[in-house]
């Protein structure tokens, strides 16, 4: 489809690469600055308990402790949508893990060591520890729920109650489709809280410059603008005054959007009269202090006719969100808009409640919620189809979404939207899906030991981002021509900068060796980006940048009619030069306008070309009261189809192919676009069959390490990942490009769930889909 | 950076010896590393001093003595004994086992003696290891003791070794001898079915669970071996709260017909004799299942080489 | 602190350094080295993103005492390219996209450096059971061990020429 363009939908090899593999690439983790102090910090040991009191005398008296703060020192609330959360626990813990005090020290054995003499004394409370307790009510974990700061209009706590945000999605009428249905099935599904795993731990470095209010962050996060906002917010700060740096990130997955060790590092600083500290988690506080992805228990309850066309669905989807409502509230209003999963649905209602739970805090995480709301939707349309005896693929096909239909949140979705029913049939012709195995071959299969089974799921997702959502580009021409490029945006290996300078090149005619984007954000001067999250910057970032490039295309034309004296609308570009559009040999080189056309005399006209582009997502509103409006950017479809092989005794999955399809609108970079969906395929496959916290029935996490909360290695890889990339362009996308970054984990705990069931002829409702838990159902099934 | 101690690495074995029967002092021995240092980063040992055993030649050596048997050094790196011709010809099981055990860089590190000392119930060497009926040799000031390595563990990460002691090595008699006994306890002595002289063993083998295929601790780890006189030996990891040799499996199985229909019996029956808990990597109920599965693996395996051999 | 010296080869350099008893060789060669390449993903064992080579096999450098590579050839990531030039092994990083966010990248590839150097034709499973030790939560593993095969052909072919 690429064949028009010379540089966009190429595969180039991403811009940084040469850092990475020489070790030269430096991340905050490598970071140190002269003096810089270290922190270790008093983590709750209990779920749910009254600070008493804290004493720190023995502490502070360790020679090199050089500050101890606790929650009475910092009375300030922070959160993106529901402000909850304390920097330090201030009066009561709220999950085992959270940070109660810190200590800033010289080195970190003493920071350590004075940890160990801090003591505390604390009253437990009960805990809330699953969907039912939050929801009972019995037990606040935030007791002053009523008094709490939220966005208002967006999300919807509830007094009184467990319930941090209440959405709510009605069209049609769902009493009237579930009387003009045939059958009425409900089916219950659920998966836990899971990690992000990111291979460099959060860590953050503050400086308070002594006697001003400047401050300045280095710090391993996705969105430097929001750090500065919130850490505005929260201490009172000039937006100015507050500068973020961002140099590598060592993964991020939506782990590092949002604020997390930043507002501590800073109140160290501060405590410190500006010394820089240093906070930077372990991997056992990577996993039991900072968030996790939420949990999830879907109910459904769908009228079908027995053709399977679905005449009614209802949904209760209810996140156990943890102990502060981060993005999870917000996960949860995206599962108000795209919950029910890629189809076209005329009579729903839906409910998504974000709970708060006293368990590690759930946010973000490559998917945001889909991966969770499709494995209850996907597996819900197997389910369907099994107890209609109607294959699932012609189920899924029957009632997908297409040109004309409306989503559940009303938009109407047109010839551009991209096209899920082509996605599934790509999947489906790959894997050679045929209908579910009969019985007979079911059983062959388990007698053999080794059962095989295919499975397909659809999937769609929108970026989940505010109607306002803005972003912007800045080029400057250097002296030689070459470009160099801010923008606001991070890349944490997705490779956002190759292919934004694939677009610049292309847009300005010129090798895509010669545009350089400048590799580490700086709030100070870099051009704002509202988050690096929701797999929305190729499509923002790339129209920015396409309207940066075409701004320094008209600079650089205004001066070449200067110089050439052509009337601009005469004028074309290419190969680096401006030129007469009849007469090419009339040209002038970028160069020789980059910093202002000089004449032999020495006279210069012109100027430095310094582009600016920006984009704000046109059209977009909130949702009202029944959750209708336009929050969709870009929706990108995709489906999966995979053949697993199952050791029936061990219950261990093996992944022969899993196919993965996306309508991408135009690829940008085939070579970077099959990473990411190879990339994004594995991490599911780790939702799928491994990945898991667990709790003591205190609520105690047991699995705080990589030994116990393992993710897939290279041995857990499937033996094929086929991705299949599909252009139907999107008319307001870069180049027609849509989003693919989170979209290729969606769906694959659901393509894995119902192969198993085409394997076995067992259904699993709960994830992971572990070798013991399928082992000892196939025991059970052999069981008389 | 993990907390204060001194460190040597002594040269020779008297050295190391008079290191440890220091008393004031909490002395650590640092065979690989791959458990001490995590429990020196999680302060669940503190030692003043820690010695390095790894220049110790004596516990370094790797000795095949036809007729005799295996000789490992304590310090020698379970990569070794993944790759040594010696090991995985004359002792599949603990070849099988040292190549799953950890990771690839992680085996380059652990070793036997650690792996053995450290006591876990999972410990992935020591089921091998009581198959092939090993013999720990132990130093100290006051001399030297042999114990055989079924004696040895005492409970979960605890074991019969005084503070003073340093296990130098452990012993395995050969699979290789005349009369197809194997020397050590347990052993019933019998003759070859075939009545051939110089028989090895038929087979060994170590069969793991984890909860993925990378590298994880055992969820059970069981290994198996028939010798010679095709008598079974059967231990299991992470099925008690030591490592376990089934002894009474071993009679029950030893004591059929040799038939392929042993397989079935020894998974109805090996569930007797383990004690499996549930934790955070497994329920009790899996552990069952899995010891279930892998004896009735193992036993029809090993069967069907023993019936090749006669064929 | 207990103090040693300790005199190794560091990328082919010889040093000697007075190191703490308890110090790692992963602390030991980012703090007093500057050499930051192998990163801390854990401190355990368990990522792999502190591999180095040590007398030419992999270790994980978070679990080995610097004073316990003394008398030891050490390599980096940072002793791979010389003269200015990538070495085979880290183009093939390069152009089959096998890394992401980079922070597994150093500690892969001396997995991968040190899997070449002891078997110049390794299968797919031998590829995979070599870097099982190196967690990666972005690449998803596949481009890795095709950029491995890739090196490892093209060293092959290179040695053949030679
Ligand atoms: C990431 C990771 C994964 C692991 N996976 C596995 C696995 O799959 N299977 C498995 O079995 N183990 C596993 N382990 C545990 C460990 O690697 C093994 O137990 C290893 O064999 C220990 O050997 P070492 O030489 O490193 O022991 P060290 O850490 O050196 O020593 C262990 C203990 O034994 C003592 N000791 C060591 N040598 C002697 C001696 N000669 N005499 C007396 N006492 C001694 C030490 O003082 C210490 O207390 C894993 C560990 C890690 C960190
Ligand atoms: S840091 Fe060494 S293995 Fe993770
Ligand atoms: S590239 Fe990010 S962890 Fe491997």
Redesign the pocket.
């Known amino acids: 489809m690429s064949d028009h363009y010379t540089v966009v939908g190429t595969a180039q090899t991403r811009s940084e690469a040469w850092q990475k593999v020489t070790g030269q690439a430096v991340y905050v983790h490598d970071f140190s600055l002269p003096g810089m102090l270290h922190t270790k910090i008093l983590h709750s040991p209990h779920a749910h308990a009254l600070i008493v009191a804290i004493d720190v005398t023995a502490a502070k008296a360790l020679p090199g402790v050089k500050a101890i703060l606790t929650g009475a020192d910092l009375p300030y609330l922070l959160g993106l949508y529901m402000v909850d959360k304390p920097i330090l626990a201030r009066h009561k813990v709220r999950y085992q893990g959270e940070p109660v005090a810190a200590v800033a020290a010289v080195d970190e054995v003493t920071a350590e060591r004075a940890v160990g003499l801090i003591k505390v004394t604390y009253s437990e409370l009960p805990a809330v520890l699953s969907v039912d307790a939050a929801l009972a009510g019995q037990t606040l974990v935030h007791e002053d729920i009523n008094e709490l700061e939220y966005i208002k209009g967006a999300f919807f706590p509830q007094p009184d109650s467990n319930i941090a945000s209440w959405h709510q999605t009605r069209r049609g009428d769902v009493q009237q489709g579930f009387a003009a249905a045939d059958f009425v099935f409900e089916d219950e599904l659920s998966l836990p809280q899971v990690a992000h795993a990111p291979l460099e731990t959060h860590v953050s470095i503050a400086q308070a410059h002594p006697a001003s209010n400047r401050v300045t962050i280095w710090t391993s996060a996705q969105s430097p603008f929001s750090v500065r906002n919130l850490l505005a917010k929260a201490f009172g700060l000039a937006r100015a005054d507050i500068k973020v740096v961002v140099p590598f990130i060592g993964g991020g997955f939506g782990g590092k959007a949002g604020i997390h060790l930043e507002p501590l590092a800073l109140a160290l600083s501060r405590a410190c009269n500006g010394i820089p500290v240093r906070v930077k988690a372990s991997r056992e506080e990577e996993y039991n202090q900072l968030p996790c992805r939420e949990g999830l228990r879907g109910r459904v309850k769908t009228g079908i006719t027995k053709g399977g066309k679905i005449t009614a669905m209802q949904l209760y989807f209810d996140w156990d969100g943890g102990a502060y409502a981060d993005y999870s509230v917000n996960v949860g209003r995206a599962a108000g808009y795209a919950g029910a999963g890629p189809y076209a649905l005329d009579n729903i209602e839906l409910h998504s409640r974000t709970l708060y739970t006293n368990k590690v805090f759930g946010t973000a995480y490559r998917g945001f919620g889909h991966l969770e709301t499709h494995w209850v939707i996907e597996r819900h349309m197997d389910l369907l189809a099994q107890r209609l005896q109607i294959d699932p693929y012609e189920l899924r096909q029957q009632n997908l979404l297409r040109e004309g239909s409306l989503t559940i949140s009303g938009e109407r979705i047109n010839a551009n939207s991209g096209r899920v029913d082509q996605c599934l049939s790509a999947v489906a012709s790959e894997i050679g899906w045929c209908g579910y195995r009969s019985a007979a071959e079911r059983a062959a299969g388990i007698a053999r030991g080794k059962a095989r089974g295919k499975g397909l799921a659809v999937l769609h997702k929108a970026p989940a981002m505010p109607a306002n959502t803005a972003t912007g580009a800045i080029m400057q021409l250097n002296e030689d021509g070459s470009v160099i490029m801010l923008l606001g945006a991070t890349d944490m290996g997705q490779g956002a900068y190759t292919v934004m300078a694939q677009i610049a090149a292309e847009i300005l005619a010129m090798p895509l060796d010669k545009i350089k984007v400048s590799g580490e954000v700086d709030t100070d001067h870099s051009p704002y980006d509202w988050q690096t999250v929701a797999s929305k910057y190729s499509f923002m970032g790339g129209n920015a940048v396409i309207r940066c490039a075409q701004d320094v295309l008209r600079q650089l034309k205004a001066t070449a009619a200067q110089v050439l004296r052509i009337p601009v609308d005469e004028l074309a570009h290419a190969n680096e030069r401006i030129y007469h559009v009849q007469h090419p040999e009339q040209f002038v080189t970028y160069q020789a306008l980059a910093m202002g056309y000089t004449y032999r005399n020495g006279n210069a006209i012109g100027g430095p070309i310094i582009g600016r582009g920006t984009y704000l997502a046109p059209g977009l509103t909130n949702l009202d009261d029944n959750g209708q409006g336009l929050p969709a950017l870009d929706w990108t479809y995709g489906a999966h189809g995979a053949e697993i092989e199952v050791d029936i005794e061990t219950g261990e999955v093996t992944v022969l192919k899993i196919a993965s399809a996306f309508d991408v609108g135009q690829v940008l970079n085939p070579k970077l676009c099959k990473g990411q969906v190879i990339g994004g395929v594995m991490q599911g496959l780790g939702s799928a069959l491994c990945e898991e916290y667990k709790y003591s029935p205190d609520g105690k996490l047991l699995n705080p390490s990589f030994?116990d909360n393992k993710i897939p290695t290279a041995q857990d890889t499937p033996r094929e990942i086929v991705p299949i990339l599909l252009e139907n362009p999107q008319a307001d996308g870069p180049f027609g490009a849509r989003g693919v970054g989170e979209h290729p984990m969606i769906s694959v705990p659901s393509v894995i769930g119902n192969a198993l069931y085409d394997a076995l002829g067992i259904n699993f409702y709960e994830l992971p889909l572990t070798p013991e838990k399928i082992a000892l159902a196939v025991a059970k099934l052999a069981r008389p | 950076m993990l907390t204060n101690f001194e460190y040597a690495k002594p040269i020779t074995l008297t050295h190391a010896v008079q290191c440890l029967a220091e008393k004031e002092r909490e002395v650590?021995?640092?065979?690989?590393?791959?458990?001490?240092?995590?429990?020196l980063r999680r302060k669940q040992v503190q030692p003043a001093l820690v010695i390095d055993?790894k220049g110790l030649k004596e516990?370094t050596a790797l000795t095949y003595t036809p007729g005799q048997g295996l000789s490992i050094g304590?310090?020698v790196c379970?990569n070794r004994l993944a790759e040594a011709d010696v090991v995985r010809q004359y002792f599949p099981a603990l070849a099988a086992a040292a190549r799953?055990?950890?990771?690839y860089q992680?085996r380059n590190?652990?070793?036997?003696?650690?792996?053995i000392?450290?006591a876990?119930p999972?410990?992935?060497?020591v089921p091998p290891l009581l198959v092939y009926e090993g013999v720990l040799e132990v130093v100290s000031q006051r001399g030297s003791r042999r114990i055989p390595l079924q004696d040895f563990f005492t409970g979960v990460k605890q074991h019969v070794?005084e503070r003073d002691?340093?296990?130098?090595g452990v012993f395995l008699p050969d699979t290789t001898d005349a009369t197809g006994a194997t020397g050590a306890t347990g052993a019933t002595g019998a003759t070859s079915a075939t009545g051939m002289t110089n028989v090895t063993d038929v087979g060994g083998l170590y069969l793991k669970q984890g909860r993925l295929k990378g590298?994880?601790?055992?969820i059970i780890g069981l290994a198996a071996r028939l010798n010679a006189a095709k008598q079974f030996r059967f231990a299991v990891a992470a099925a008690a709260p030591t490592p376990l040799r089934l002894f009474a499996l071993e009679e029950l199985l030893n004591a059929q017909p040799f038939t392929p229909a042993l397989a079935e019996l020894a998974a109805q029956a090996i569930n007797l004799y383990i004690h499996p808990i549930s934790d955070v990597r497994a329920t009790a109920e899996y552990r069952r299942h899995m010891a279930a599965v892998f004896v009735r693996r193992a036993v029809s395996s090993l069967v069907t080489a023993g019936g090749k051999q006669d064929g | 602190m207990a103090k040693h010296v300790i005199t190794c080869g560091i990328n082919g350099a010889a040093i000697s350094a007075e190191v703490d008893s308890g110090q790692t060789l992963l602390e030991f060669l980012r703090g007093e080295l500057s050499l930051f390449g192998a990163k801390e993903g854990c401190g355990?064992?368990?990522c792999g993103a502190c591999t180095v080579m040590v007398n030419g096999r992999a270790v994980n450098s978070c679990?080995m005492l610097a004073v316990e590579a003394d008398g030891c050839e050490v390599k980096t990531v940072e002793g791979l390219a010389q003269g200015g030039k990538l070495a085979i092994l880290q183009e093939e990083f390069v152009q089959h996209d096998a890394l992401q966010c980079g922070f597994c990248t150093p500690g892969m590839l001396m997995s991968a450096r040190a899997l070449l150097d002891r078997t110049s034709d390794p299968g797919e499973e031998e590829i995979k059971v070599a870097i099982a030790g190196n967690l990666c939560r972005c690449t998803g593993y596949l481009p890795i061990v095709s950029a491995i095969q890739a090196a490892a052909k093209r060293e092959r072919e290179e040695t053949a020429s030679e």
């Open positions: 030994t | 650590k021995i640092l065979s690989g590393g791959t458990d001490l240092l995590v429990a055993i516990l304590a310090a379970v799953v055990l950890a990771s992680l590190r652990a070793t036997v003696g650690g792996n000392c450290n876990s999972a410990a992935d060497l070794l002691e340093l296990l130098q590298h994880d601790l055992s | 355990e064992g368990e679990l």
